[in-house]
């Protein structure tokens, strides 16, 4: 499988060419860059200017970009209004928030990109008809600024009961909306499970995010280093074999860890070895 790696490893720190340069080096051909105003501040043209200029000059591919999660620097610990959610049910506030995803797409001016990941919620929301029609709303006018800059909107299973992948079926089916998915194994585990959420989203699968946990925490573990981790990488891998999709790891870093690439070239290699009995 052709190997990824999610800057969300970085997150904290600003994103500069050197970080893009270490990841081409450990061998990993596709990047998925984590919009977060501390990392990519995707309101700094500056910034955007001179990655653009890198790319344009690298073998290293912008896979996909992660859509922002909250508008400030400081995760959203300025304040409520910094949640980013397009299931905000109240239209000026939803504009708002739908103008913030905007300015990342537009990145693809500058460096262009295949995929644009986006949550359908926040971490434990509860179902709610209303924020689905806001959500509704929401990517009809996203994924439209979307094509017109060639990027294709990818809809992430995550832990809420408005995008679990059975939700996430339903949704699309109810709104005949034509969206693909991004399968995060992680949030799988936490939500109904790995295999159960691969089979119902399978027909749609267009990228991953590869990362383990212990099916309570969202903790963004090593796989097959980390300790703490439950997925069952064998069977996980095996149906991952089955798509043509990337193995897109989306890690969170570990302090005091002095080499963290070489840490991601140790679970991408154990990754690929991982086999079940039955493809032994």
């Known amino acids: 499988m052709t190997h990824g790696l999610s800057t ?7 994103l500069t060419t050197l970080w893009l340069e270490r990841i081409w080096n450990a061998g990993i051909p596709l990047v998925e860059i984590f919009c977060a105003r501390q990392h990519l501040d995707y309101r700094n043209r500056a910034q955007i200017s001179e990655l653009g200029h890198w790319f344009r000059d ?14 400030d620097e400081v995760w959203g610990r300025s304040g ?12 000026m506030r939803r504009l708002a928030m739908i103008d913030e995803i905007k300015r990342t797409l537009e990145i693809a001016e500058t460096v262009p990109f295949r995929y644009l990941v986006q949550h359908l919620g926040v971490t434990g929301e509860e179902y709610d008809e209303a924020k689905a029609d806001a959500a509704f709303s929401s990517l009809e006018e996203i994924s439209l600024f979307a094509r017109q800059r060639g990027v294709e909107v990818l809809l992430e299973n995550t ?12 949704f699309l089916e109810m709104t005949h909306l034509d969206l693909n998915l991004c399968f995060d194994a992680g949030h799988a585990n936490m939500n109904g499970g790995v295999d159960a959420a691969f089979r ?8 991953t995010h590869i990362h383990d ?3 309570v925490d969202d903790s963004h573990l090593f796989p097959l280093t980390s300790e703490g981790g439950t997925i069952d990488w064998a069977r996980t891998m095996d149906s991952l074999r089955t798509l043509d999709v990337p193995l897109l790891l989306e890690l969170k870093e570990i302090p005091g860890i002095e080499h963290p690439l070489d840490a991601v070239r140790e679970s991408l290699d154990r990754l690929e070895k991982a086999k079940s009995r039955n493809e032994s």
């Open 58 to 71: 690298s073998e290293l591919k912008l896979h996909s970009l992660h859509s922002p999660m909250y508008s």
């Open 200 to 207: 119902v989203m399978r027909n749609r699968i267009r990228s």
């Open 213 to 215: 946990n212990n099916a």
């Open 159 to 170: 832990p809420n009961s408005l995008s679990s992948a059975e939700r996430l079926l339903m």
């Open 8 to 14: 969300h490893l970085f997150v904290n720190h600003r």
């Open 80 to 91: 409520p209004d910094a949640v980013v959610s397009i299931t905000e049910p109240v239209k």
